[in-house]
């Protein structure tokens, strides 16, 4: 949905930041030790990934990799009652969570262009999923907010 190049350096910018986020948290002595904006960032990445686990599991098969090609089902329930977009919201917040964690400008970068790319993505896929279910995602969309 969107250019091929933006999609993918987008999506591993994130993905090196992420594991970034991991390796640093694995390589803190201990939580008490870290300061509160690391200590933050750690609250942060675990709600992002309860955030991104439970979004997954309300999607449950319908969950594909690009845009379906196939008839799918339209699914509104669990996290999707309150944001259009719960698992991409768990991604930024997880970027989030790498930015304040590493503190640092080329992780700022990255992780800027990720959610940026997300967002990017986001659109594509509402302009997608408008056309594919018409009047039942405008509705949808006008009273579900895209993010929170």
Request: aromatic share 12%; glycine share 6%.
């Amino acid at each position: 949905p969107i250019n091929p190049s933006l999609f993918y350096s987008g999506k591993i910018a994130g993905y090196v930041i992420w594991i970034a986020l991991l390796v640093g948290t694995i390589n803190a002595s201990s939580i008490t030790e870290l300061s509160i904006q690391k200590q933050l960032a750690i609250f942060l990445s675990l709600i992002s990934i309860i955030v991104i686990a439970v979004s997954l599991i309300n999607l449950g098969s319908a969950i594909r990799l690009g845009l379906p090609q196939e008839s799918t089902q339209f699914r509104t329930k669990g996290l999707y009652k309150i944001s259009r977009n719960p698992m991409y919201l768990g991604f930024n917040l997880l970027s989030l969570s790498a930015i304040l964690f590493i503190g640092n400008f080329i992780v700022l970068v990255l992780g800027t262009y990720s959610i940026f790319t997300y967002h990017l993505i986001i659109q594509a896929e509402e302009s997608f999923l408008e056309a594919r279910f018409g009047e039942i995602y405008c509705a949808y969309k006008s009273r579900v907010r895209r993010y929170i």
